[in-house]
């Protein structure tokens, strides 16, 4: 089973991941996370997207479409995978058609998480997360404690400042948001209103993928 959790940053898809892989028994892939370990890994691709992320820009595709490949190649992704934050434009979602494809393979649902952008703002500029599991907190929605249940220390993202913020919500709606019409026009989409506790989310994308509630 492959799934694409789509909708702008901050619509809670790393929070409603960890439910999903658990309910379907998939590895969680979050492009992300997996550049955020290879900057603080100090790796070449780290930092080739540095500035990048910094700034609220998308990483070239090039590297994406690498970073996916060698990821999906890994063992424990051979039965599928959620994606989180990937596809992103229209160049990655057309190679990774193509890539699946080739393999006889193809997405079984893309999750589109819809929150008004006003709220998206504040779930963002709030926004705290653990340093080495990439759990998110919030400061007033689900305040976060001292330290993660992982151990590790909770941090705010560099890009969780009000200017790089603007910039990644005006991203989505320039290059990630034409992929809603795409996956729609696939019969793939399945709607769901994010605008409500992480619990009610949590119960509404289970129904929108017809798993027993
Ligand atoms: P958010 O949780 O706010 O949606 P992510 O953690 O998914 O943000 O991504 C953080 C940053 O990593 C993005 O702003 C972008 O620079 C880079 N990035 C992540 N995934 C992709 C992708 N598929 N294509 C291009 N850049 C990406
Ligand atoms: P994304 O991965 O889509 O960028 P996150 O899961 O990191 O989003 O959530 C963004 C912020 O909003 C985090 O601070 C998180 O704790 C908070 N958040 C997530 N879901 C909800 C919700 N249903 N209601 C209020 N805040 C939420
Ligand atoms: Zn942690």
Redesign the pocket.
């Known amino acids: 089973m492959i799934i694409v959790l789509l909708g702008p ?2 619509t809670g ?2 929070t409603q991941a960890k439910a999903i892989t658990t309910r379907h028994r998939l590895p969680h892939v ?4 997996i ?2 370990k290879n900057l603080a890994d100090g790796s070449e691709l780290g930092l080739e ?1 540095k500035a ?2 910094e700034k ?4 070239p ?1 090039h590297l ?1 479409l690498r970073l996916i490949d060698s990821r999906l190649s890994e063992p424990d992704a051979s039965g599928g995978c959620l994606l ?6 229209r160049v ?1 979602a057309e190679a990774f058609d193509g890539d699946l494809s080739a393999k006889g393979l193809s997405i079984d649902h893309v999750l589109l998480l819809e929150v008004a952008s006003e709220a998206l703002i504040k779930r ?1 500029s709030g926004r705290r997360v653990c340093e080495t599991c990439g759990k998110s907190y919030h400061v007033d929605f689900n305040p976060p404690p001292a330290e993660c249940h992982c151990g590790g220390a909770i941090v705010q993202r560099p ?1 969780d400042t009000e200017e790089a913020i603007k910039n ?1 919500l005006k991203v989505y709606q320039e290059l990630t948001k034409p992929l809603v019409d795409y996956y729609e026009a696939k019969g793939l989409l399945r709607r769901v209103d994010g605008d409500a506790t992480p619990q009610e989310v949590e119960k509404r994308i289970a129904r929108a993928l017809g798993d027993p509630v």
Do not use: C, N
């Open positions: 940053p901050g898809k790393g979050s492009t992300g996370d550049l955020r997207a990048y992320m609220g820009e998308l990483v595709d994406i989180d934050g990937f596809p992103r434009t990655q963002l890009d990644r």
